[in-house]
């Protein structure tokens, strides 16, 4: 399964030029004034890309794979069967049926069509291609169904290493791998069926490319996710890595090295160029890394031209179909850091480059990522989305009846939170939605938790947003769920030491004086603090001593309806009227003689308490 070797000389040119600015300089007709092509494109007159393109809907490798339970309701059940490998009556039901069938991904785009998704972002790698590619290693490929050997190297990367353990995971595992087989034996490209499904229902088709995929870093040698390059500790990153960060998540391909420019090149050239999709997004969050921390000025240029290069094959396609091929990127909203790794956004953005972008968190959704200072940044020719992770943040919750507990809540679920936190952005400037790992609250089969794929709906329109219940959070930090230093900083957990004060400051978009809403904030602390006068202010009222202390959550989450016992909380109602269009304010005090720990703070905008008691 060594690497593919391509002789194209347009690729060998690549490979031996892009290394440097000197020779980037030497060419001006493609490097030195960045093309004619370039240039003439941005001059155009040209409809807005949030015109046709709101509702975005970013969807991984193994979106339709998750669940054929819920896609081929009619070929896929849970059974509790016998294990073939042992003998015995499995202890939980598996999930039985098959093969995996085309019809699945269809089904999968008739719910986005049906629930306003106007965009389908489908991506097509993560280290390895996971389509069958032409051009670069793809994830099945030396594999024999049944060879439960060929997945072994990956059960470390899950964090799986005792032996009966490592045998449950191929089982199911290998399983899950086999769908994609069931598509390749029957001659199906899922890849190309996915642009198929989307001309059907009148859905833009847009790839995603994942530009530093990780999930095999526990293992580069054995896991079968690696692409050959990653075996190669001279191809991969050596100084990404400080302090307490797990060194190999960090050691990513190094796009320094023009062997990782250049197969990364290839398999883009593969999507854009034989394949019907419509825009192309690259994914540099997963991970984001690129070249050596602290890059030179050369280095940032070798990017720079590199991904203009990239920008001329979506402008010759577009030519050649007659429609637009957008071309953007989704980041961490830190850009400095990005421009010291050599991605620097604002200059791409501000020449015209790029035509979006998608700032967001890893795993957690941002609360108060400043799309307003970003826009100011990064000029007026790149539309910027803002997007919803499937987390909400780290705050703890509790199912008190069944006694289960859930360290991050899936927003796909809540409704009133994804509501917040889309007005939120596009309160800020954001001129849509792109929804991100959206579909695993379905691949978590949480007990009461499920996606609501109607909650898609209208996402994008601010007036629609408006006068309806709303839940807000912020983000939180520590080692789960954040990856740092790429993440914005949070702005909790804070401790509050006695007769003190702190401001917290999100954005929200404004409601209706006569909607019958009010504001409620809800503050929450270690429940072994001591408490006695816990002032809040929001957006410079006189702060507000009247307190309800609740072991509830503002809006429940499925069957999560409240806070676990480590914590408790503290409500405060304010008038609606107080909610500004954009950033606002809470200032927390602590008037007491002991210090407080605030774990987290929630706002609801809900029916008043007169409105919802009649």
Same mark, same amino acid.
């Given at each position: 399964?060594?690497?593919?070797?391509?002789?194209?000389?347009?690729?060998?040119?690549?490979?031996?030029?892009?290394a440097s600015v000197g020779a980037a300089q030497a060419l001006p007709g493609i490097f030195g004034d960045n093309s004619g092509l370039l240039r003439d494109s941005v001059s155009e007159k040209k409809e807005p890309l949030s015109k046709k393109h709101k509702n975005?809907?970013?969807?991984?490798?193994?979106?339709?794979?998750?669940?054929?339970?819920k896609w081929q309701p009619g070929d896929y059940t849970f059974k509790r069967v016998i294990n073939p490998r042992t003998g015995k009556l499995n202890t939980k039901e598996t999930l039985q049926g098959g093969p995996f069938a085309a019809k699945a991904i269809h089904r999968f785009v008739d719910e986005l069509a049906d629930n306003d998704i106007d965009t389908f972002v489908i991506n097509a790698?993560?280290?390895?291609?996971?389509?069958?590619?032409?051009?670069?290693?793809?994830?099945?490929?030396?594999?024999?169904?049944?060879?439960?050997?060929?997945?072994?190297?990956?059960?470390?990367?899950?964090?799986?290493?005792?032996?009966?353990?490592?045998?449950?995971?191929l089982d199911t595992f290998s399983a899950f791998m086999d769908r994609y087989q069931d598509l390749l034996d029957a001659g199906v490209d899922w890849l190309a069926e996915t642009s198929k499904a989307c001309r059907r229902r009148k859905i833009s088709p847009w790839v995603s490319i994942r530009m530093n995929d990780l999930h095999g870093s526990n293992n580069f040698e054995g896991s079968f996710f690696n692409l050959p390059l990653l075996k190669q500790k001279e191809m991969r990153l050596q100084n990404s890595s400080y302090g307490p960060h797990n060194p190999s998540y960090r050691e990513g391909l190094n796009y320094e090295k023009a062997e990782v420019r250049d197969i990364m090149f290839r398999q883009i050239r593969e999507v854009v160029e034989d394949y019907d999709f419509e825009g192309l997004e690259l994914d540099w969050w997963r991970q984001p890394l690129c070249c050596e921390p602290n890059a030179s000025e050369q280095t940032i240029e070798m990017m720079r031209n590199w991904i203009r290069e990239i920008r001329k094959l979506t402008q010759a396609r577009a030519r050649k179909t007659?429609?637009?091929?957008?071309?953007?990127?989704?980041?961490?909203?830190? #850009? !400095?850091? &990005? +421009?010291?790794?050599?991605?620097?956004?604002?200059?791409?953005?501000?020449?015209?480059?790029?035509?979006?972008?998608?700032?967001?968190g890893f795993w957690c959704t941002t609360w108060d990522m400043p799309h307003d200072q970003l826009r100011k940044l990064?000029?007026?020719?790149?539309?910027?989305?803002?997007?919803?992770?499937?987390?909400?943040?780290?705050?703890?919750?509790?199912?008190?009846?069944?006694?289960?507990?859930?360290?991050?809540?899936?927003?796909?679920?809540?409704?009133?939170?994804?509501?917040?936190?889309?007005?939120?952005?596009?309160?800020?400037?954001?001129?849509?939605?792109e929804w991100f790992n959206f579909y695993c609250t379905d691949q978590a089969r949480i007990p009461g938790v499920i996606t609501e794929y109607a909650s898609l709906r209208n996402i994008y329109n #601010? !007036?629609? &947003? +408006?006068?309806?219940?709303?839940?807000?959070?912020?983000?939180?930090?520590?080692?789960?769920?954040?990856l740092i230093p790429f993440e914005l900083p949070p702005q909790l957990p804070v401790v509050l030491e006695p007769v003190s004060q702190h401001p917290f400051k999100i954005p929200m978009c404004a409601e209706p004086a006569n909607a019958n809403l009010e504001l409620v904030i809800q503050i929450v602390l270690k429940s072994d603090d001591p408490v006695t006068h816990l002032p809040v202010s929001f957006n410079g009222c006189w702060p507000n001593l009247v307190k309800e202390k609740t072991a509830k959550l503002l809006f429940p989450l499925g069957f999560y309806t409240d806070h676990v016992?480590?914590?408790?909380?503290?409500?405060?109602?304010?008038p609606i009227t107080l909610v500004k269009e954009g950033w606002n304010e809470i200032v927390v005090e602590n008037g007491g003689k002991a210090t407080l720990n605030v774990v987290c703070i929630e706002l609801a905008v809900k029916p008043t308490e007169f409105n919802t008691k009649q």
């Open positions: 399964m060594g690497q593919k070797v391509n002789s194209h000389t347009r690729r060998r040119f690549l490979k031996s030029t892009v975005l809907f970013n969807g991984d490798t193994c979106v339709f794979f998750y669940n054929p339970e790698n993560a280290s390895r291609a996971w389509y069958p590619s032409k051009t670069i290693p793809s994830i099945l490929d030396g594999y024999k169904r049944g060879d439960r050997d060929f997945f072994r190297g990956h059960a470390i990367c899950q964090g799986i290493t005792e032996p009966e353990a490592v045998e449950d995971f007659g429609r637009p091929y957008p071309l953007g990127i989704r980041i961490p909203g830190r #850009l !400095d850091i &990005l +421009r010291s790794i050599g991605l620097d956004v604002v200059t791409l953005c501000q020449e015209g480059t790029l035509d979006f972008i998608c700032p967001s990064l000029g007026d020719k790149v539309t910027i989305y803002g997007v919803i992770e499937d987390g909400a943040n780290a705050l703890a919750t509790v199912d008190p009846e069944r006694n289960t507990t859930q360290k991050l809540r899936y927003i796909s679920a809540s409704k009133e939170i994804l509501h917040a936190n889309a007005a939120g952005k596009l309160a800020l400037g954001a001129q849509g939605i #601010l !007036d629609y &947003l +408006r006068g309806r219940p709303k839940h807000y959070s912020f983000a939180i930090g520590g080692r789960s769920f954040n016992k480590e914590n408790t909380a503290y409500n405060f109602r304010f």
